[in-house]
């Protein structure tokens, strides 16, 4: 079965430091997403990008944050410089056309220190 | 988005029926329910989605009220692996967005 690939399972940043966030979704999907879990809170949706452009995004999703699609295959999410409260689990996630469930990858568990 | 409502536990004996409960009595006529569960801080997993009708698929059964304002998961056979957090959404099927919004969610234990 098709898989969402996130890389790496986990990492390990000092605060103020860049951090970058790598996802392989599906091959034939179209829509990609990135949602972010802390450690005990609800899964919550941070972007979402369609056609190599952001179509939403959530009040978290500030200036720090980036998206980016660079090869056709990869989607990145890019936090510039990180906060102790960045610290979380980030789904990357893609789904195809229509209206069918969304295919999550398993996560990078990102600890900021 | 409508507003669903979930039990936040619920307990099940291993290879007895699993049945989540979900209400959502703002539910428009466009809206989907969809469940999906997530196994301990892994990526949330979609099981199975409906409109009015009754669906079945390989992992579950979803039964929607004739008023649509209520659902039903059912896992017929639970295992210990089926142990979870199960999300009841709502959602249309329109738009390029179609971000999906996460409650707290059910939280199944299955035990021996």
């Given at each position: 079965e098709p898989e969402v690939t996130q890389t790496p399972s986990h990492q390990v940043t000092q605060m103020g430091q860049e951090v970058i966030l790598r996802c392989v979704p599906i091959s034939n999907h179209l829509y990609f997403?990135?949602?972010?879990q802390i450690l005990g809170q609800k899964v919550e949706f941070?972007?979402?990008f369609?056609?190599?452009e952001i179509s939403e995004k959530s009040e978290i999703f500030d200036d720090q944050f980036s998206v980016e699609r660079p090869d056709g295959s990869n989607f990145t999410l890019k936090i510039r410089s990180t906060k102790l409260e960045d610290s979380a689990m980030y789904f990357c996630?893609?789904?195809g056309q229509g209206y069918y469930g969304y295919t999550f990858g398993s996560g990078t568990r990102l600890t900021v220190v | 988005d409508a507003k669903t409502t979930q039990p936040p536990s619920m307990d099940c004996a291993e290879g007895r029926a699993a049945n989540l409960p979900c209400n959502h009595s703002t539910i428009s006529g466009n809206e989907y329910v969809y469940w999906y569960r997530q196994i301990h801080s892994q990526g949330p997993q979609y099981i199975i989605h409906g409109l009015k009708n009754n669906e079945t698929n390989e992992m579950a059964s979803l039964i929607i009220t004739e008023d649509r304002k209520s659902s039903t998961l059912i896992l017929p056979h639970a295992t210990l692996r089926d142990t979870?957090?199960?999300?009841?959404?709502?959602?249309?099927?329109?738009?390029?967005n179609y971000k999906l919004t996460f409650g707290k969610g059910t939280l199944l234990t299955v035990n021996p």
């Open positions: 997403y990135w949602y972010r941070l972007v979402s369609y056609n190599n996630a893609s789904r | 979870a957090v199960y999300y009841c959404i709502v959602k249309d099927s329109g738009g390029s």
